[in-house]
């Protein structure tokens, strides 16, 4: 299966890079998709889409620090396991999916996430649900916008801009009570 990915990537520096991932994140990426779906078989085909969507992106995924792309490949498979486990059981999809957001101006939520240091943050974010936590992990560490989160995630730019509005308001409420 490396070789059909490989195919895909156009240059040596690529392939090198990718090939290193897939070596090290297969079976972690694969435990992640069997925890939500229960399957083996299911398992590694979530892995393989992951894996797939990751080579057909590859470019952009080389933007991201080196330290960060194996969490990232976490939440690609997270995100597909949880597509086909909600394809598989007919499940409609998050109420999150027909939400708008309207405001884009700077909140109240965005200043205090400015006044946490990157560890107090991702402490916080720990107890946060997979979506929110996904969704401002990529923003906060890996300086992505709504739309690369989107197609990352494969949700729509108005899912991951609530999400994001969300997990702030969650961080800024936190803190507020101290």
Do not use: W
């Amino acid at each position: 299966m490396l070789n059909f990915y490989l195919s895909i990537l156009s240059t040596d520096e690529e392939k090198s890079e990718f090939e290193r991932l897939y070596h090290v994140q297969k079976n972690i990426m694969y435990h992640i998709a069997y925890s939500k779906l229960n399957n083996s078989h299911d398992a590694e085909d979530a892995v393989h889409e992951a894996f797939l969507r990751c080579a057909k992106n590859f470019s952009r995924i080389l933007e991201i620090p080196c330290n960060k792309r194996g969490a990232f490949l976490d939440v690609i498979v997270r995100n597909v396991a949880v597509d086909m486990f909600k394809k598989n059981c007919n499940a409609p999809g998050d109420i999150e999916d027909y939400a708008f957001v309207t405001d884009s101006a700077p909140q109240t939520e965005e200043t205090a996430l400015g006044n946490i240091s990157r560890d107090e943050l991702m402490e916080r974010i720990k107890g946060m649900p997979e979506t929110l936590r996904d969704t401002l992990s990529l923003s906060a560490f890996c300086d992505m916008t709504n739309k690369e989160i989107a197609d990352f995630l494969g949700v729509s730019e108005n899912t991951a801009a609530q999400r994001l509005f969300r997990a702030r308001k969650v961080i800024a409420e936190e803190i507020k009570k101290g």
